[in-house]
């Protein structure tokens, strides 16, 4: 209410530092209260917000409304237009009781401004767009497409190669909390590697499909991840259509962090059942999976091999079947050898159908000569003395 916050100026003279206010709250002392008090809890909630800024953040994040950018928080596209209409209502009933919001109830009844109005929305998006879409489906459509641009950004600015190949890092050494702070702290570092694969590979494929259907995550507004994808499915899948460098198929993305034999016990029976679910599903036997992680077990890349010459049956219908699979195992060092040598997906894909139609069936000679992208003829060395050789994955412990 005053000019400075010197307690000791203001008791010298307190009218002379008392800010002017507006007549209306000063016609009545009634009046002056009700400005008083309504001045001071703003005042008290705007601390408590500052106060606990994190933990509101991540409440309001919750609620996949809000979008943190530019030290901005604002409303998302469509929440916006929703609550547009409804603002005023809202600020009118914000210091009354009202008995209905512990009941299980429509929210129109406690305050009728809230009802959904599609046509509402598409006058809103229309209005704040300058586009003229006349359905809610092709109002959606308009939001998706703001949604991609909006992804694209995140990807130029937060998911540069140069910090992918960072990230990779900190996912081999479990650098967690480096990795937090790269990406987001609201998922586990399994799920944000299992994100960090998907724009990888989206980037690898000329950016090219619908990534973020791909991904199968929760994503929050801001269009990082939250929780990872649900069991009976593969982490991530892509869609490519047929061009002339490879037909139309499905490749799935499978990721993971464990190692030894978590991973042969975790990762081997799930990897080869959803491929194989989804071949009988789809009827596309020209899908094929890959299996990415820090560390590669001798045992999973065995078992993965053979699974060229195996059939897979339907458990619940024994007649539905498929005679073989195609997963590709790679890591970190395969994948930080893609982004450094631009390899693309073109490349890559005709780089493992090589490499599963070979007739090596040992895994150690299998990947060294054919899926080890570094050993691979996707790209020449320019470095003209010779390299000491590296390890083997599976020969690191």
Known sequence: MFDTSLTSQVKIDPISHLLPLPDSVTASESDFKEFFFLTMHLNKAKATLEDYLDLNRRYLGLTNCFIFEDNLVKLDIVPKQYFETAIDELYKQAYKKCNLLEISCPISDICPALAFDKQKIINGLNEELGIHVETIEDAYSEVDRIR????????DAKFTDAKILTLLSDFENREDEEINELVTDNADIPTIFEY???VLWWKVSGRKGKVLDYLKLSLDANLLPITHAAGGEADIVFEYNACEDYPKHSLLLEATLADGTNQRRMEMEPVSRHLGNHLIRTGNLKSYCIF??????????????????????DSQDYSKFVEGMKIIPLDTNDLRHIIEQQITYVQLYKHFEIAHNSLEMHPKKWYDQYVNIKNSDLY??????PMAAEPSPYERD
Do not use: Q
């Open 148 to 155: 991609y641009n909006r992804f694209n950004r995140l990807v």
């Open 380 to 385: 020449i060395e320019e470095e003209s003395m």
């Open 292 to 313: 990415a992680t820090t560390y590669l077990h001798i045992n999973v890349i065995g078992d993965f091999r053979v699974r060229k010459n195996i059939t897979y049956f």
């Open 196 to 198: 960090v694969l998907g």
